[in-house]
């Protein structure tokens, strides 16, 4: 069934963090690869906003649809960076506007090249972007709600668990939309099909992986992603791929894991 905008905006909103009592991690502090992960989480999340600058420049902006989804879909994922920093700061670290600020001040080149290509590959796909852009944010949430759900299981924190599915249930209105609509845009466009495999086989990567430094990105991958559990998540989404119209076997997790991990 179709998710419709107004089915997923009547849901958006801030994250309830009722109950969630941050303090917990001052007494059982979470352990340090997990910090490092929430740190990674951390960055990416507050670093929507600029993917939403990027998707702006294309043909994603006349579809007012689309438009309404990522107003919400930004907004939601500002408080999870934001819900992440009080971890963060929890511990003793860093978190919010200043680590922000200082974070995107030495990325500035690194950003001038997202958004170029960015640019150039709207240019290239035309209306078609569209349904690459559907496809791309559904494989990205799907990753992200199960890399939260495998940080969940490893970090065996109560108040973490608690917090990251609230998050994931969020998330879970993201891939809605998106894949629903990566599915009817798809589905009825088979130049838009082409284009899609031809870009998630030859760019896609990791989230984050466009502003994290590369040595982040492999931890991530192997943290999250390695083992019998981990390997069962890279299967499930590569899956999940296999079924949009025109992308199966592509392989994308496989092939991440293998890279990055390496």
């Known amino acids: 069934?179709?998710?419709?905008?107004?089915?997923?905006?009547?849901?958006?909103?801030?994250?309830?963090?009722?109950?969630?009592?941050?303090?917990?991690?001052?007494?059982q502090p979470l352990p340090p690869d997990a910090l490092r992960t929430l740190r990674y989480m951390h960055d990416v999340e507050h670093h929507t906003?600029?993917?939403?600058?990027?998707?702006?420049?294309t043909p994603a902006h006349q579809d007012p649809e689309i438009t309404s989804f990522l107003s919400?879909?930004?907004?939601?994922?500002?408080?999870?960076?934001?819900?992440?920093?009080?971890v963060l700061e929890a511990h003793g670290e860093q978190a919010?506007?200043?680590?922000?600020?200082?974070?995107?001040?030495?990325?500035?080149r690194r950003e001038a090249i997202t958004t170029f290509s960015t640019i150039g590959s709207a240019a290239f796909a035309g209306r078609a972007f569209v349904a690459l852009h559907m496809t791309w944010g559904a494989i990205n949430e799907w990753t992200t709600q199960a890399g939260y759900a495998r940080?969940?299981?490893?970090?065996?924190?109560?108040?973490?668990?608690?917090?990251?599915?609230?998050?994931?249930?969020?998330?879970?209105?993201?891939?809605?939309?998106?894949?629903?609509?990566?599915?009817?845009?798809?589905?009825?466009?088979?130049?838009?099909?082409?284009?899609?495999?031809?870009?998630?086989?030859?760019?896609?990567?990791?989230?984050?992986?466009?502003v994290m430094p590369k040595e982040e990105v492999g931890f991530m991958v192997t943290y999250l992603l390695s083992?019998?559990?981990?390997?069962?998540?890279?299967?499930?989404?590569?899956r999940r791929v296999d079924c949009l119209?025109?992308?199966?076997?592509?392989?994308?997790?496989?092939?991440?894991?293998?890279?990055?991990?390496?």
């Open 151 to 210: 940080l969940s299981d490893t970090a065996g924190h109560a108040t973490l668990r608690e917090l990251l599915r609230r998050i994931m249930k969020q998330e879970g209105g993201h891939i809605d939309f998106y894949a629903s609509e990566a599915g009817h845009r798809l589905g009825e466009n088979p130049k838009a099909q082409k284009l899609t495999r031809f870009a998630l086989k030859h760019m896609w990567r990791p989230v984050g992986s466009g």
């Open 245 to 262: 119209p025109g992308q199966d076997g592509l392989h994308l997790l496989r092939g991440a894991v293998e890279k990055f991990a390496a």
């Open 96 to 108: 919010g506007v200043p680590r922000i600020a200082a974070l995107r001040l030495g990325r500035r």
């Open 227 to 238: 083992g019998d559990k981990g390997a069962d998540v890279v299967d499930r989404i590569d």
């Open 49 to 57: 906003v600029c993917y939403l600058r990027d998707l702006l420049l």
């Open 1 to 27: 069934m179709k998710t419709t905008i107004d089915s997923y905006r009547a849901r958006a909103g801030k994250l309830n963090l009722d109950g969630i009592v941050f303090d917990d991690f001052k007494d």
């Open 72 to 86: 919400c879909w930004v907004f939601e994922e500002m408080w999870h960076g934001e819900a992440i920093g009080q």
